[in-house]
T-cell receptor
Framework: DQQVKQNSPSLSVQEGRISILNCDYTNSMFDYFLWYKKYPAEGPTFLISISSIKDKNEDGRFTVFLNKSAKHLSLHIVPSQPGDSAVYFCAASALSGTGRRALTFGSGTRLQVQP | KAGVTQTPRYLIKTRGQQVTLSCSPISGHRSVSWYQQTPGQGLQFLFEYFSETQRNKGNFPGRFSGRQFSNSRSEMNVSTLELGDSALYLC????????????FGQGTRLTVV
């Protein structure tokens, strides 16, 4: 049972346009959400995060929106650049019974930005 | 500041063998987590070590185990390898506090033949 779902395995956008990557979650205990970017043959790189007490967090061209009632978050990249082409993973975090946190990842969305 | 270092980068093993992967976290980071990435499955959490103790565990069989040393370096062991264990194994380190931004290594690509 996937607790974090990225239903679009791939997305293609034109350079300069907006890229919107979506993520849905089912566990209401998740209270911290992150986006990671991954290039081939490299480990994931942290991009941006948001706490459940917020509904928006912005960092340069990247904005993450959180809709807790819908259990949905999205990553907006504006404007998209060819260097943004990568696999994007959504991740969610909750306190476990041991008081520790683990990241639960979605299956990823491959973004391709066309020049 | 050096990043997370995983060795080896690539590994080929035969079914039934066992394997040990190594991870050196960022200096000052006390938490090390291990993830398995397979095509279409995203990153699956294996376990987390903090202060030499396993603090959290994912849903993997007992063939997957790990440990952490006093210098925070961690090793992951998989015994009785199966073809389905072929994957990219990623290690992530963090300070271990509430801020859960984890920093990943480049991973070890394990192929079981």
């Amino acid at each position: 049972d996937q607790q974090v779902k990225q239903n679009s395995p791939s997305l293609s956008v034109q350079e300069g346009r907006i890229s919107i990557l979506n993520c849905d979650y089912t566990n209401s205990m998740f209270d911290y959400f992150l986006w990671y970017k991954k290039y081939p043959a490299e480990g994931p790189t942290f991009l941006i995060s948001i706490s459940s007490i917020k509904d928006k967090n912005e960092d340069g061209r990247f904005t993450v929106f959180l809709n807790k009632s819908a259990k949905h978050l999205s990553l907006h990249i504006v404007p998209s650049q060819p260097g943004d082409s990568a696999v994007y993973f959504c991740a969610a975090s909750a306190l476990s019974g041991t008081g520790r946190r683990a990241l639960t990842f979605g299956s990823g969305t491959r973004l391709q930005v066309q020049p | 500041k050096a990043g997370v270092t995983q060795t080896p980068r690539y590994l080929i093993k035969t079914r039934g063998q066992q394997v040990t992967l190594s991870c050196s976290p960022i200096s000052g980071h006390r938490s090390v987590s291990w993830y398995q990435q397979t095509p279409g499955q995203g990153l699956q959490f294996l376990f987390e070590y903090f202060s030499e103790t396993q603090r959290n565990k994912g849903n993997f069989p007992g063939r997957f185990s790990g440990r952490q040393f006093s210098n925070s370096r961690s090793e992951m062991n998989v015994s009785t390898l199966e073809l389905g264990d072929s994957a990219l194994y990623l290690c992530a380190s963090s300070r271990g506090q509430k801020n859960t931004e984890a920093f990943f290594g480049q991973g070890t690509r394990l192929t079981v033949v």
